[in-house]
């Protein structure tokens, strides 16, 4: 058998940098094989260094909600280069770019740029417990923030993957202040507050998750933990790195009728380079430094290259709100062809979307939480990931993940999809 580039490459990476990768999801340890080193992105398709041209559906994890390298995000690029790269210094762009974030989700009175989602969901849980003097926070079985210390308990995501949900290096001292609540079930997170009264800082959540596969917040579920925050005085934070801009131009707030106290942002923001953020209510976010004593910093935050893309990227959202309704049709289009295809496989396997974010699971079991999504059948995806790949359709290389429609996918990408979808599943079953 013919040994790829890719393969090539990967041997190589592997002596250099630990499992070949920057990011473990990418490694395809999940799914097995070797993972396709890729060369350019333009629209919706990749080529991978052995010139295989593949129709991408995670989009750099969800940042690339118009596709590889839109001409206007490039633009900004290419003009912003020209005055340099970074100067450690405060910009125009910066002000810019925090009041289009701003203007775009209410909730969003004040906002501080950080270089990733990470850093986005670290430095809001230590404002919420600035601001609060609290220790504790609620987080989701399930649910992923990023590899903040706090957050490796019970995550979702490349941890989940992994089958370390609770990461060694974590330590217990970190993880006391973790409490861990199930996801859509306000019972839950009720008997956490009444073991551990006026102890709780802060809740965060992923509204509509990404990372146990797309899940959704009941509307019942959201208003109550939105009312019960209030009541008891915790601050709610939606982590919005995956949902924010990519569900509307308002987020997973908009679409489920909920304000939080705090959001945090990534991915899309940076259209493509990286730029994470956190904002919310004024007199929370007034607590970090230098304005409050809550230290927080980052040498490239707010980066002129970065803030250009990422602002090219809001404003276009800005400018153009039709382009959710353009996802949502071209989404439930190939919602639609999957489940036909399902059907005609004879199976009952479940299907998750909210917008242009889904997760094909392979289990009979309505995915609701997690208990309810780990009864997928990881193997069975794993051979349908290379079924499809095969046939040159590039999905996330882990069950328990989103994927995601651009606006450059067209009709005509879909329909490959569908077809091959179809062709996958007799193949697999
Ligand atoms: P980053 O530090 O990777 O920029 O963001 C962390 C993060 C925080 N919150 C949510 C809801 C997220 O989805 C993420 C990161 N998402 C994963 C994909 N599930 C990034 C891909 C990867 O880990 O390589």
């Given at each position: ?22 990011s ?70 910066e ?70 949900p609770?990461?060694?290096?974590v ?140 602002y ?7 400018d ?33 979307r ?13 995915v ?21 790949l ?9 069950q ?30």
């Amino acid at each position: 058998m013919r040994i790829t580039k890719s393969e090539k490459l990967f041997e190589e990476a592997k002596k250099y940098i630990p499992g070949g990768v920057n990011s473990p999801v990418r490694a395809f340890k999940s799914v097995g094989g070797s993972p396709r080193f890729m060369s350019n992105g333009s629209g919706s398709k990749m080529h991978d260094v052995d010139g295989n041209e593949l129709l991408d559906y995670i989009g750099s994890w969800g940042p690339h909600l118009f596709g590889h390298n839109p001409e206007f995000i490039k633009d900004s690029l290419i003009k912003a280069i020209e005055n340099g790269t970074s100067f450690g210094a405060p910009t125009e762009i910066e002000i810019e770019m925090a009041k289009l974030i701003t203007e775009l989700v209410p909730s969003v009175e004040l906002v501080r740029m950080v270089n990733s989602g990470t850093e986005a969901t670290m430095s809001a849980v230590r404002a919420a417990r600035g601001y609060t003097g609290r220790e504790k926070f609620i987080k989701f079985e399930g649910c992923y923030h990023g590899h903040g210390d706090f957050f490796l308990i019970k995550a979702g995501s490349g941890a989940l993957t992994f089958g370390v949900p609770t990461s060694p290096g974590v330590t217990k001292g970190n993880a006391a202040d973790t409490l861990v609540a199930d996801f859509n079930d306000i019972n839950s997170v009720k008997k956490l507050i009444s073991q551990n009264k006026n102890e709780i800082a802060a809740v965060i959540i992923e509204a509509v998750v990404g990372n146990m596969g797309t899940v959704r917040a009941s509307d019942k579920f959201i208003k109550e933990l939105r009312q019960i925050c209030n009541e008891e005085k915790i601050i709610l934070i939606f982590d919005e790195v995956m949902t924010g801009f990519r569900l509307a131009q308002g987020g997973a707030q908009e679409i489920l009728g909920v304000k939080p106290d705090l959001s945090t942002f990534g991915k899309i923001i940076g259209g493509g380079l990286p730029v994470g953020a956190y904002g919310g209510k004024r007199e929370i976010m007034e607590m970090v430094s230098p304005s409050g004593p809550v230290y927080q910093a980052g040498t490239l935050s707010g980066n002129p290259l970065a803030m250009n893309a990422g602002y090219a990227a809001l404003t276009y959202i800005k400018d153009h709100p039709d382009v959710y309704k353009s996802l949502e049709q071209k989404s439930a289009y190939l919602e639609n062809g999957i489940k036909d295809g399902i059907k005609s496989a004879g199976k009952n396997y479940q299907f998750n979307r909210v917008g242009s974010m889904m997760t094909f699971f392979f289990t009979e079991e309505p995915v609701t939480d997690y208990n309810s999504a780990v009864t997928s059948d990881t193997k069975l995806y794993g051979r349908y990931f290379h079924e499809m790949l095969n046939r040159g359709i590039y999905l996330p290389p882990a069950q328990f993940e989103a994927m995601f429609v651009s606006t450059a996918h067209t009709i005509d990408d879909l329909d490959k999809s569908i077809n091959a979808n179809l062709e996958a599943l007799k193949a697999i079953v």
